[in-house]
């Protein structure tokens, strides 16, 4: 399979490799939407367990973006890894699953990164009027939209 | 303006002139406070008359931020916060995050620790389920089951409160093994358990199963067939009574799984009744899975080698367990120091709950009762 996306996608797959037997590919992000859909549609990947993102300040594309698909035919997982700078955005894969809906508003919701394509890109967990996307590492573990606190529950010191 | 006027300000209501007897569309909040909800779940409505048209969830009314607190405790700092996830099953949530950071670490927990955690993780998974039954029937309206699996699920949280002094937020596993060696007894006391639960099963089907109301209330209510739910991500009990044979713990064995033998139960239409149906029956191979284990407990010790201060090599890991709402993953990554630079949780309640809207779709208000508690949330495990 990977030989088979290599020679398709050249070296568009960064990496294709295997960490305590767990399978990872990283793709560039333009490859994003056809990497997806022909793992879903050629290799069976037809389960997209989660999608996730992870935040690293100190690089030049800041954010990862990871998706853990399953293949019921293969009994099988694999991880789709992107980067991105923060300026950047990703395809949304609602298209290819349904459960991207929810998970792709909640990487949003927490790391501000947007999707492009989504029917509904808004916040999930956070209230909408919030400030701030709380797991990107330069929020702080007691930092709240003190301004939110304040107007929607009345909470003087907005803590 | 808040965002639930907004929502409905950009729906089109009913002029007030009209009279009663033009259908118009109603838009009909319920929750955060409401007991059918099971926690603080709000559901938009969208009616025409009885019959809902759409649905909208709004969540996190219990959002911790659990993953955040992850990058700031150790690993084992970490540990109990898992428990208050989803809280009617917290053993469970326990034994993914011990083998998560396991895995990751590359070691194995002794074959003792992991029939132990075979044992709790069974019995829990009874508890969750019972607790299931019990609110779900009463959603329902059957008042009775509630009682009884109350009654029931009480003696699986004494055996609890043995093992590891408390009932609900175990914290019953540790990274590497288990903390606590078994107590005296333990043995013959799950076994008399088994005797004790086996007979009062059926009497919640005999309950249930033939009563005509229950019955008229979940067959073909909130129907999803297999395809929608892989689609929709939507794993456990849900996925099984739409027809699909996989649990994890066949598919991708974990803790002393492969040691035992049980069946897979499945479910043909993947209605509401079938879902009771699958539960029932898998509560009967937990207890079947808790016999063969609770026979042979290996000797030997309940700890692996840990060093004192856990510091996992950098790198990434998933790993996912069949808990008792569906698959439960967790992925971290670490940077190779104490504490996780990143970890998500897979939360099944969550992904499972995306699928309410089209299960509902064309069907009654009474009927998204039914559908939410057929789900099997937890709120404290969507929010996290």
């Given at each position: 399979m990977v030989a088979m996306l290599k020679g398709q996608y050249g070296s568009g797959i960064r990496e294709a490799n295997s960490y305590l037997g767990q399978n990872y590919l990283v793709v560039e992000a333009s490859l994003i939407p056809e990497v997806l859909q022909v793992l879903r549609d050629r290799e069976q990947f037809d389960?997209?367990?989660?999608?996730?993102?992870?935040?690293?300040?100190?690089?030049?594309?800041?954010?990862?973006?990871?998706?853990?698909?399953?293949?019921?035919?293969?009994?099988?997982?694999?991880?789709?890894?992107?980067?991105?700078?923060?300026?950047?955005?990703?395809?949304?894969?609602?298209?290819?699953?349904?459960?991207?809906?929810?998970?792709?508003?909640?990487?949003?919701?927490?790391?501000?990164?947007?999707?492009?394509?989504?029917?509904?890109?808004?916040?999930?967990?956070?209230?909408?009027?919030?400030?701030?996307?709380?797991?990107?590492?330069?929020y702080g573990i007691i930092q709240q939209d003190q301004e939110w606190v304040q107007i929607n529950l009345g909470i003087e010191s907005g803590q | 303006m808040t965002d639930a006027t907004k929502y409905l300000s950009r729906l089109e209501l009913g002029q007030p002139d009209q009279t009663f007897l033009d259908s118009n569309e109603l838009i009909i909040n319920m929750g955060p406070q409401h007991p059918a909800t099971h926690g603080v779940l709000r559901v938009i409505l969208k009616l025409d008359g009885e019959k809902v048209l759409g649905t909208e969830c709004v969540i996190g009314y219990l959002h911790r931020g659990v993953e955040k607190i992850a990058e700031h405790r150790t690993y084992a700092m970490f540990n109990p916060y898992v428990d208050r996830m989803d809280y009617v099953a917290a053993v469970s949530n326990g034994l993914g995050y011990c083998e998560a950071v396991e895995k990751l670490m590359n070691i194995q927990a002794p074959p003792r620790a992991n029939y132990i955690r075979v044992i709790l993780t069974e019995l829990n998974r009874l508890a969750s389920h019972m607790l299931w039954l019990g609110t779900h029937a009463l959603d329902i309206g059957a008042i009775t089951p509630l009682f009884y699996t109350f009654r029931d699920r009480e003696e699986i949280l004494k055996i609890f409160e043995k093992y590891c002094g408390a009932?609900?937020?175990?914290?019953?596993?540790?990274?590497?093994?288990?903390?606590?060696?078994?107590?005296?007894?333990?043995?013959?006391?799950?076994?008399?358990?088994?005797?004790?639960?086996?007979?009062?099963?059926?009497?919640?089907?005999?309950?249930?199963?033939?009563?005509?109301?229950?019955?008229?209330?979940?067959?073909?209510v909130g129907v999803i067939s297999a395809k929608d739910c892989i689609a929709l991500g939507v794993t456990g009990p849900v996925l099984r009574a739409s027809g699909v044979k996989w649990d994890i713990r066949k598919a991708q064995p974990y803790a002393a799984y492969s040691d035992f033998d049980f069946e897979i139960p499945i479910g043909e239409k993947g209605d509401t009744y079938d879902r009771y149906i699958v539960r029932m029956k898998e509560m009967r191979q937990s207890l079947r899975i808790i016999e063969q284990a609770v026979g042979k407990i290996p000797e030997g010790p309940i700890m692996a080698k840990i060093p004192k201060v856990i510091?996992?090599?950098?790198?990434?890991?998933?790993?996912?367990?069949?808990?008792?709402?569906?698959?439960?993953?967790?992925?971290?990554?670490?940077?190779?120091?104490?504490?996780?630079?990143?970890?998500?949780?897979?939360?099944?309640?969550?992904?499972?709950?995306?699928?309410?809207?089209?299960?509902?779709?064309?069907?009654?208000?009474?009927?998204?009762?039914?559908?939410?508690?057929t789900l099997d949330i937890v709120l404290g495990e969507v929010d996290r």
């Open positions: 389960y997209c367990v989660d999608i996730t993102a992870a935040h690293y300040p100190q690089r030049e594309k800041q954010f990862d973006v990871i998706w853990i698909l399953y293949s019921f035919a293969r009994n099988e997982r694999i991880r789709v890894k992107t980067m991105i700078a923060e300026s950047e955005s990703v395809p949304s894969s609602t298209s290819i699953w349904g459960t991207s809906n929810w998970l792709e508003r909640e990487v949003y919701d927490m790391f501000g990164i947007r999707f492009d394509g989504h029917p509904d890109l808004k916040r999930i967990l956070l209230p909408d009027g919030w400030k701030g996307h709380p797991l990107r590492k330069d | 009932r609900l937020t175990t914290h019953a596993f540790r990274i590497g093994g288990c903390q606590y060696e078994t107590y005296e007894g333990f043995e013959t006391e799950v076994k008399k358990f088994l005797k004790f639960v086996a007979p009062k099963i059926d009497e919640y089907e005999e309950l249930l199963t033939t009563n005509r109301i229950w019955v008229k209330r979940t067959r073909d510091k996992p090599p950098v790198g990434e890991i998933y790993h996912s367990i069949e808990a008792p709402k569906g698959e439960l993953g967790y992925f971290i990554v670490s940077d190779g120091s104490t504490q996780p630079y990143r970890l998500r949780v897979r939360p099944p309640s969550f992904v499972n709950l995306q699928a309410l809207d089209m299960m509902v779709r064309g069907a009654l208000v009474a009927d998204v009762i039914a559908v939410i508690g």
